[in-house]
């Protein structure tokens, strides 16, 4: 029974594609706060030791809140490094079984996809700040797939996903305060979310501290 079992593994394992071998045990498609850790290692290694987490860019994004590290020319999560020291901003991007690298989109990138002018203009104000300020480490805010499906369930998000199947979700998580009647200030951190066709775009935030979706 052993000896049909080893000959069954092997011929399993020669007929299937190496790549699908590897991701059965490595999945390829991530959340943004998956990788978030590993890039802030990175980042205190090779740009400054008190590097810490601005802010996360998903370009790109599935509508279940994830990429898949296997097309990075297609999608991404692009994590926004900020440091006191340096007073300025590094990029890093995940690469799929080698860790994260410093990335080539900036905030230049990610404003460019905006086609909205009133919406970019907001934009530009929030990714100015992100250069002196960071997320707290104790910051309570949701991962992707959750904030998406929080977006998405706004009446005004889900009618322009339904009426343009092919739009395109990108998602931006910023720090922020907020208010709680019995802590006080609370850093913490909300999601942008932009939806995007070739002729049109709406961008809704999410606030992390009392989950109200507002449109830009």
Known sequence: MKNFILIFLVFFLISCDPE?????????????????????????????????LAGIYGW??????????????????VYIVQSDIKQENEFYVPVYLAGPVKSPINFNTMLGFISDASAKEKMQSVFGLLAGQGIDPSANYLDSPQALNQILSNSEASAFMAANSTAKIDMFLVPSKTIDILQGIVNSADWIVHLYTNTESKVFWLNSGTGIVTKF
Do not use: C, H, M
């Open 60 to 77: 790109n994004v599935a509508q279940n809140g994830q990429v898949d590290l296997l097309n990075p020319t297609s999608n991404a999560f």
């Open 20 to 52: 699908e071998i590897v991701e059965a045990v490595i999945p390829s498609k991530v959340t943004a706060k998956q990788s978030s850790q590993e890039v802030l290692t990175e980042a205190r290694t090779d740009y400054s030791s008190d590097a810490q």
